[in-house]
C-alpha cells in the first residue's frame, strides 16, 4: 500500500485568453501548490481484478454529489490501467480535505496523486513525458499536479514551467460556503467581456516579480471583477467582503484561486496571519492556513 498526499493548489495569477481552435480557453496563471490538502491510500493486491474507490469527505458539505465511478482519481486509476495493462485489484481510499468547486484544483490533483501511485506500485517506469500525455486527457490542470511546487502555467493548462518558490509567506484559505460551476464561470465571462482580453503582463515580469514583496505583485484574476460586478449578490458580496476582510487583517496580497469560490490571503507576518484566522472564523466556516509546497525550479521561458 502506498500514502500520497495530493495537495491543493491557489492561483496568484489567472488571466483568460480567448477560445481555441480546439474548444478550450487560453490560459496564462501562476499556480502555487500549498502543503495541505487530499491523501489517497492506494493498495495493490494480489492477482488480477476491478479497481474499488472508497471516500472518506472531510470537506463542506460533509458529502459528495456523485458517485466514485465519476471521481477523477477513479478515472484516472481506469486510464492507468488501459494504458500499462496493469490488471492487479486496486483499493483506493480517499480522504476529501479539499472542497468542491472551491478553485483549489482538488479532483486534478488527486487524479495526478493516483497516476503518479500507480506507476510506482506497478513498477511501470512511465516517464514524466508519458505520465503528462495521460495527465493532459484527464484535465487541464492535472497535468500541474504531477510536480507540484509553483509554475508558469500556459496553453489551457498543459504546458507547465516550474518556478521557485515564494519564501517566508503564509496562505490564509477562506471559502464562503458556495461552490463555483467552472463552465458557469467560463461563459460568464465570455458573455460579458466587450471586446478582446485585456493585454498579457509579460511573462518574465510574472516570474520575476515572485521573488519581491507580495505587496507589489502585479497579478490579478479575470474571475473577480466580473464576480463582483455581475456575480450573484450574495456571492459578490461574499467575495468583496472576504477580499477586503483580509487586506484589512494584515495580507499583503489577497485575491481569487480559479474561477472560484475559494479567496485567499497572502501574509508574511505570522502572527498577523494567526490573528487573521481567528477573525475570520467568526464569520466563515472554512478558513485555514497552511504555506507554499516546496520545490525549486529555474524558469526557463517559452
Same mark, same amino acid.
Given at each position: 500500500?502506498?500514502?500520497?498526499?495530493?495537495?491543493?493548489?491557489?492561483?496568484?495569477?489567472?488571466?483568460?485568453?480567448?477560445?481555441?481552435?480546439?474548444?478550450?480557453?487560453?490560459?496564462?496563471?501562476?499556480?502555487?501548490?500549498?502543503?495541505?490538502?487530499?491523501?489517497?491510500?492506494?493498495?495493490?493486491?494480489?492477482?488480477?481484478?476491478?479497481?474499488?474507490?472508497?471516500?472518506?469527505?472531510?470537506?463542506?458539505?460533509?458529502?459528495? #454529489?456523485?458517485?466514485?465511478?465519476?471521481?477523477?482519481?477513479? %478515472?484516472?486509476? =481506469?486510464?492507468?490501467?488501459?494504458?500499462?495493462?496493469?490488471?492487479?485489484?486496486? %483499493?483506493?481510499?480517499?480522504?476529501? %480535505?479539499?472542497?468542491?468547486? @472551491?478553485?483549489?484544483g482538488g479532483g486534478s490533483s488527486?487524479?495526478?496523486?493516483? +497516476?503518479?501511485?500507480?506507476?510506482?506500485? @506497478?513498477?511501470?517506469?512511465?516517464?514524466?513525458?508519458? +505520465?503528462?500525455?495521460?495527465a493532459e486527457t484527464l484535465g487541464?490542470?492535472?497535468?500541474?499536479? +504531477?510536480?507540484?511546487?509553483?509554475?508558469?502555467?500556459?496553453?489551457?493548462?498543459?504546458?507547465?514551467?516550474?518556478?521557485?518558490? #515564494?519564501?517566508?509567506?503564509?496562505?490564509? /484559505?477562506?471559502?464562503?460556503?458556495?461552490?463555483?460551476?467552472?463552465?458557469?464561470?467560463?461563459?460568464? /465571462?465570455?458573455?460579458?467581456?466587450?471586446?478582446p482580453a485585456p493585454e498579457d503582463?509579460?511573462?518574465?515580469?510574472?516570474?520575476?516579480? =515572485?521573488?519581491?514583496?507580495?505587496?507589489?505583485? #502585479?497579478?490579478?484574476?479575470?474571475?473577480?471583477?466580473?464576480?463582483?460586478?455581475?456575480?450573484?449578490?450574495?456571492?459578490?458580496?461574499?467575495? %468583496?467582503?472576504?477580499?477586503?476582510? =483580509?487586506?484589512?487583517?494584515?495580507?499583503?496580497?489577497?485575491?481569487?484561486?480559479?474561477?472560484?469560490?475559494?479567496?485567499?490571503?497572502?501574509?508574511?507576518?505570522?502572527?498577523?496571519?494567526?490573528?487573521?484566522?481567528?477573525?475570520? +472564523?467568526?464569520?466563515?466556516?472554512?478558513?485555514?492556513?497552511?504555506?507554499?509546497? @516546496?520545490?525549486?525550479?529555474?524558469?526557463? =521561458?517559452?
Open positions: 500500500m502506498l500514502t500520497w498526499e495530493a495537495p491543493a493548489k491557489i492561483n496568484l495569477h489567472l488571466r483568460v485568453k480567448g477560445l481555441r481552435a480546439d474548444g478550450y480557453h487560453g490560459l496564462e496563471s501562476i499556480f502555487l501548490a500549498l502543503a495541505w490538502g487530499d491523501t489517497l491510500r492506494i493498495d495493490a493486491l494480489k492477482g488480477p481484478g476491478g479497481c474499488e474507490l472508497s471516500r472518506n469527505c472531510f470537506c463542506p458539505p460533509g458529502d459528495l #454529489p456523485f458517485p466514485p465511478e465519476q471521481d477523477l482519481a477513479y %478515472r484516472a486509476a =481506469l486510464l492507468f490501467r488501459e494504458k500499462t495493462g496493469f490488471d492487479r485489484a486496486l %483499493r483506493i481510499e480517499l480522504d476529501k %480535505r479539499i472542497p468542491l468547486g @472551491a478553485g483549489l488527486d487524479a495526478a496523486a493516483v +497516476l503518479l501511485a500507480l506507476n510506482r506500485l @506497478a513498477g511501470t517506469g512511465l516517464s514524466a513525458a508519458a +505520465l503528462g500525455a495521460l487541464s490542470d492535472v497535468p500541474f499536479f +504531477l510536480s507540484p511546487g509553483t509554475a508558469l502555467v500556459y496553453g489551457r493548462g498543459e504546458r507547465v514551467i516550474p518556478l521557485d518558490s #515564494p519564501r517566508n509567506i503564509r496562505v490564509v /484559505l477562506v471559502n464562503p460556503g458556495f461552490s463555483s460551476d467552472t463552465a458557469g464561470a467560463f461563459r460568464l /465571462l465570455d458573455a460579458e467581456r466587450d471586446g503582463i509579460p511573462r518574465e515580469i510574472l516570474v520575476r516579480a =515572485l521573488s519581491g514583496s507580495p505587496g507589489l505583485w #502585479p497579478y490579478g484574476n479575470d474571475f473577480l471583477p466580473l464576480f463582483l460586478e455581475k456575480g450573484k449578490s450574495g456571492e459578490a458580496e461574499a467575495y %468583496r467582503g472576504i477580499i477586503l476582510s =483580509l487586506k484589512a487583517l494584515g495580507a499583503e496580497f489577497a485575491g481569487l484561486s480559479g474561477s472560484g469560490s475559494t479567496c485567499f490571503g497572502i501574509f508574511t507576518d505570522g502572527g498577523a496571519a494567526d490573528r487573521a484566522v481567528r477573525n475570520l +472564523l467568526e464569520r466563515w466556516n472554512f478558513v485555514r492556513i497552511t504555506f507554499p509546497l @516546496a520545490r525549486s525550479g529555474n524558469a526557463v =521561458l517559452q
